[in-house]
Structures are given as structure tokens and as C-alpha cells.
């Protein structure tokens, strides 16, 4: 098991180059200079441009860039932006936001998702199975930010249970409503893919076994059957969190969140490449550590997937 | 060993002589009769013919020219001459929300496409073979998507910017290109996982031991078994394909006006969700039903076509 998890992560060092030279290259390929507009309303002085160029490595080709970029990292330096800040400051107050909503999504999908797709899938054709198919139907076919607008106006601005916008530093509860809109779209997902699961397997032969041996009904659903078929669905889940970080974004703009979401879209716009891919670097690092996770818990909810 | 292989040999050609006698059926056969049957597969075909038509031809269900503006009009409320209303500009709601269909359509069904193929020939291929082209797809599915999926739409539609003079197509394949690029990995690693679970089961095996080839092996007795999860996720997939071109234009960098879209019309009017609702509604409706229909429709296929459904 120690040799596997050290293979992963030794795994992992490929992924983490590859990934963000894709940001590095495409950062580097968008339009626009830096410079523009910088120095108020004249050019700016052929000396600044020099020393800007220089500091930001701007003259380098590509791969020279990438590389003195990746020097600065190993270091634990995710440089400045074209404005002089430090990134990695600002990555750490946007990242404790946005991992506080992601996990109450988390949370959301994984514990009501998953018991809505059980309740479904053990009544397959009843009532509770075609309203959780019609629910989820609804949550998946209205845009994120169409539920998101919709919440916001009902919960907060009409019946005021919720804050309409977000302070800068939010709490929990600030950041409920806005939590379960991520999760919203996540959620019907794993509740459907649960049900799917559940439903083929409850035909299996192991668990007509289960039955015939005598098992209560609850043991025989919960751990013989339901240990199998979460498995699509703990993957499904661990990949999501990745996803939830990033697509976090929209959720941010709709209740004014200061999260990394926003970060990035902002310094996409304002052409600003050592954010971009710092904060990048830190949510692939984050998805791949979730994915190994994902990988670890297969061999325990599936013995027959050995990691040896 | 030799005596069993017998049986199995001697019952499967039984088996095909009572094929030949009685009415032959194959599973698509079957699956068909199935889904004829099933009213929520006849309803969805229908309202995706209609989306269909409504994207090629929308001068079937409307006169009005959508891009005609009559400011003195400006978000009137719906009524017998503007069944949906007028929005902000003036324009009818009516008539942009049936023009708007291409452009959802023709994103959602093409993107679809290419993950689907993409997705179900690269995990399959890594599956099946297992070894260094299984650790090599992987990673490469890991380094695509490490990437988020919205973060790397944006990043892709901002390195390639639509400028004024961009043309309607080379906007939509822009999108259609950055969506299929970000999207195959997840089907690869769905589908991955489907044969790694079925390709272990004793009549995988047993094709082995009767000398099927390869292809033979993932065509007949994988393939069948494994693509479950694949169809529903990609035609949910078709559904979330659409909603993140909508989300795009939200962003403001996927379709924008002048262009008419559900998703430029949704994002244009969110801010008048309290004064003018019918201008967000209507949009809305038509956008979740077309995505509502493909998940219906995927949903339909795959109980039909899944042999453990019956």
C-alpha cells in the first residue's frame, strides 16, 4: 500500500508539469500586453519597460519561462503579479473561501444526493423514485446561474433568510446559500448515478445470496449492495471536488464571493499570467490529491481491486 | 475444462438453431420494440424533432424578425399581438427564443459527439490493453482534467478572443472545440472504469478461451455491458454542454449580442429578474426543456438497450 501511494505520487509530478504548461502556454498565448495603460496617459518610460520585461521574464521564449517559473515554485515563490503583488498571499485568503464553499457542496451532494439515488433505487418505478427522477430532472435542466439568480432573489431579497451578498471575510452561514447552488447541479448527478448503480445491482447474484442466506433487508441494501455500486460514485464525487473549486465561479460572481474562481477570471482579463497559473497549480495539486484518495478508498469498498 | 468448453459450444449452437427457427430477435430489435413502447422516449423525440426543426427552419414558427428593435415597446409584458413580451431593447421575446435554438443545439449535439467518441475509444483502448497505454491515457486524462472545466472554457475562449468582426460559425465551433477538449476525459475515465468491471466476468473470459479476437471481445461482449454509464453521462452531457455554452455567455465570452442565443438572452435579462420576468422566463423554459429532452431520451436508451433491465 506505502508502495503504491509513493508510486502515485511520484505519478503525480507529470501531471503537475503537464497541466500547467497547458495553463503556462495558453496564458502566454493570450493577447494583450501588460503594459498597456500602466503608466496613466503617456507611454510608459523606456527604462521601466525594460526593468517590467525584465522582472517579468517577458522576453524569454516559452519554455525558458516555464522553466525559470517552475525554479520559482520548487522554492515555494508563486512570484508577483504585473500590479506587484504577492500571489501567493492573496491565493491563500481566496483559497480559505472557496474551499469553505466546496465543501458544504460536497457535503450537500454526497449526503442527500447519495440517499435521495438510495431511496430511488430500491423503489424503482414507486412514487419516491419518479419524484427524485423529476427533481433532479428540474435541477439539472435550469443553468447554474439561472438557480443561483432565482435563490438569491427568492431566499434572500424576497423572504430574507439569507444574505443577498457576501462580506469579505465570510462565515459559514454566509456562505450556505450560495454552497448548495454549487452543489445543486452535482447533486442530481450523484443521486441518478447512485440509483442507476444500486438498481442494476440489486439483481446481482451476490446479493440474491445475501437474501437467501437469511440477511435482513437493510444489511443486505446497505452493505452488500450499496458498497458496490457507490463506487462510480465516489469517483464521481472526489473528481467533483476539483470541479467545484473551479466552477465555484459562476456561484462566486452571482453572490459577490472573493473567491479563486474570481481570481482567476479576473486575471485572465487583466492579462495577468503568474496568477492565472498559481492558482491553477494549486487546484490541480488539490484535484489530483482527491483523486488518489479516490483510488485508495476503491480497494476498500471493492476488494476484488487490488492496489499490490 | 474441454468437456465444459462442449457444452457451451454444443448449447450456443442450439441455441442458434432455435434462433433460426423461432422469430429471430436481435438486442436492437428488441431494444426498439422496447422504446416504442415507452411514452417518455416518444415524448422526448418529440420536443428534440421540434427543437431540431426550430434550429434549421425557425421561419416555420415565426414571422416576426427577431432582430427588429421597437424601443417605444421596451419589456412589455406578454399579451395577444407579443405572446412572450418585448425585452429591454424592444425586441420580441417570442422570436428571439425560437432563433435562439441554433445556436444551443448545434453546440450541445456537436460537442456531445466528439467526447462521446473520443472519450469511449480512448477508455476502452486503455482498459482493454491495459499496461503502458492504460498509465499513459491516464495521465494524460489526469493533465486535461486536472484542468476545471469552466476555468479552462474561459482560458481557451480568452487565448482565442472573438473579436467584433467574428463570424456566427467560427464563434460556435470555438466553443464546440474548447468544450469537446475539456470534456473527453471524463468519459474515458467513465468508460475505463465500466471495462476494467466487466472485462474480469466469466463471458469475457470464456470468448477468450473460445479464441474471439480482441475486437471481436470489446465488440460483442464489452462494449454491450460497458457503455451503461457512458450513455446516460453523455446524454446528460448533451444537457450540461448546452447550459455551459449559456454559461459562457454569462461570462460574457461564448456567444454575445448581437448573436441570438438562449444564453445571451438569459444572462442579458438575470439583472431584470425582479421587473421584467417574462423577458428570463421564457428563454429559460425553452433552454431546460431541450436539455430535459436529451436526458429523457438517454434515459430511455439506456434502459432499453440494457440487457439486465428485462
Redesign the interface.
Known amino acids: 500500500m506505502t508502495k503504491y501511494i509513493v508510486r502515485r505520487l511520484l505519478?503525480m509530478i507529470?501531471?503537475?508539469i503537464?497541466?500547467t504548461f497547458?495553463?503556462f502556454a495558453?496564458?502566454f498565448?493570450?493577447?494583450g500586453n501588460p503594459l498597456a495603460g500602466k503608466c496613466g496617459e503617456r507611454p510608459c518610460p523606456p527604462a521601466f519597460v525594460e526593468k517590467f520585461r525584465a522582472d517579468h521574464n517577458l522576453d524569454d521564449p516559452l519554455p525558458i519561462r516555464y522553466v525559470k517559473y517552475l525554479g520559482d515554485l520548487a522554492h515555494g515563490n508563486f512570484g508577483t503579479t504585473f500590479q506587484g503583488l504577492n500571489v501567493l498571499d492573496e491565493l491563500q485568503k481566496r483559497y480559505l473561501i472557496t474551499v469553505k464553499l466546496a465543501v458544504i457542496a460536497l457535503l450537500f451532494e454526497a449526503i442527500i444526493g447519495v440517499l435521495a439515488g438510495v431511496l430511488a433505487g430500491i423503489r424503482k418505478g414507486k412514487f419516491i423514485d419518479n419524484l427524485v427522477?423529476v427533481s433532479t430532472?428540474?435541477v439539472?435542466?435550469?443553468?447554474?446561474?439561472?438557480i443561483g439568480?432565482?435563490a438569491q432573489?427568492i431566499f434572500g431579497?424576497k423572504l430574507g433568510w439569507f444574505p443577498v451578498t457576501t462580506p469579505s471575510k465570510p462565515g459559514w452561514y454566509d456562505l450556505l446559500l450560495p454552497g448548495l447552488v454549487l452543489g445543486s447541479l452535482s447533486l442530481a448527478?450523484a443521486a441518478?448515478?447512485t440509483r442507476?448503480n444500486l438498481a442494476?445491482n440489486l439483481?446481482a447474484d451476490y446479493v440474491r445470496t445475501a437474501v437467501a442466506k437469511g440477511l435482513s433487508r437493510p444489511r443486505v441494501i446497505g452493505v452488500h449492495t450499496l458498497r458496490n455500486s457507490l463506487?462510480?460514485v465516489v469517483?464521481f464525487l472526489g473528481?467533483d471536488f476539483?470541479?467545484l473549486?473551479?466552477?465555484a465561479?459562476?456561484t462566486e460572481?452571482i453572490f459577490n464571493i472573493r473567491g479563486v474562481?474570481g481570481y482567476?477570471?479576473q486575471s485572465?482579463?487583466s492579462r495577468d499570467g503568474t496568477a492565472?497559473v498559481g492558482a491553477?497549480t494549486m487546484?490541480?495539486i488539490v484535484?489530483?490529491f482527491m483523486?488518489l484518495l479516490v483510488d485508495i478508498l476503491y480497494g476498500v469498498l471493492d476488494p476484488?481491486?487490488s492496489h499490490d | 475444462m474441454t468437456d465444459q468448453t462442449g457444452i457451451i459450444v454444443a448449447e450456443g449452437a442450439v441455441a442458434q438453431e432455435a434462433d433460426n427457427v423461432g422469430q429471430a430477435q436481435s438486442l436492437t430489435q428488441e431494444a426498439w420494440r422496447e422504446l416504442r413502447r415507452n411514452p417518455l422516449f416518444i415524448i422526448s423525440l418529440i420536443l428534440i424533432a421540434i427543437f431540431l426543426v426550430m434550429a434549421v427552419f425557425p421561419g416555420l414558427f415565426t414571422n416576426t424578425d427577431p432582430a427588429k428593435a421597437t424601443l417605444k415597446l421596451s419589456a412589455t409584458p406578454p399579451s395577444a399581438d407579443q405572446w412572450f413580451g418585448r425585452d429591454l431593447q424592444g425586441y420580441d421575446v417570442y422570436a428571439r427564443t425560437i432563433y435562439g435554438a441554433r445556436a444551443s443545439i448545434v453546440v450541445g449535439v456537436m460537442a456531445t459527439l466528439c467526447t462521446s467518441l473520443l472519450g469511449v475509444i480512448i477508455g476502452t483502448l486503455a482498459a482493454f490493453y491495459g499496461g503502458i497505454l492504460d498509465t499513459l491515457v491516464m495521465r494524460l486524462t489526469d493533465v486535461f482534467f486536472a484542468i476545471p472545466f469552466l476555468l479552462g472554457g474561459i482560458l481557451f475562449m480568452s487565448t482565442f478572443p472573438n473579436t467584433v468582426n467574428s463570424g456566427y460559425w467560427s464563434v460556435v465551433s470555438k466553443v464546440v472545440l474548447a468544450l469537446s477538449i475539456l470534456g473527453w476525459p471524463s468519459i474515458a475515465r467513465l468508460m475505463r472504469g465500466a471495462v476494467l468491471q466487466v472485462k474480469p466476468n466469466d463471458y469475457v473470459q470464456a470468448a477468450r478461451a473460445l479464441g474471439a479476437s480482441p475486437w471481436r471481445i470489446v465488440r460483442s461482449h464489452i462494449l454491450p455491458n460497458a457503455m451503461a454509464p457512458v450513455m446516460v453521462v453523455s446524454m446528460i452531457n448533451l444537457g450540461a454542454f448546452i447550459a455551459a455554452e449559456a454559461s459562457l455567455s454569462f461570462l460574457g465570452i461564448g456567444l454575445v449580442s448581437p448573436a441570438i442565443s438562449w444564453g445571451v438572452a438569459i444572462s442579458d435579462s438575470l439583472s431584470l429578474i425582479r421587473t421584467a420576468p417574462w423577458i428570463l422566463i421564457f428563454p429559460s423554459i425553452f433552454l431546460s426543456l431541450a436539455v430535459l429532452a436529451f436526458i429523457m431520451l438517454g434515459d430511455a436508451v439506456r434502459d432499453a438497450f440494457d440487457p439486465k433491465g428485462r
Open positions: 505519478q507529470p501531471v503537475i503537464g497541466s497547458l495553463i495558453m496564458v498565448a493570450l493577447p427522477l430532472l428540474v439539472i435542466s435550469i443553468p447554474t446561474f439561472v439568480s432565482l432573489t431579497v448527478y441518478r448515478l442507476t442494476e439483481r463506487i462510480p469517483t473528481a476539483g470541479g473549486l473551479g466552477g465561479i459562476i460572481r474562481g482567476i477570471f485572465i482579463n492565472v491553477v487546484l490541480v484535484y489530483l483523486n476484488r481491486i
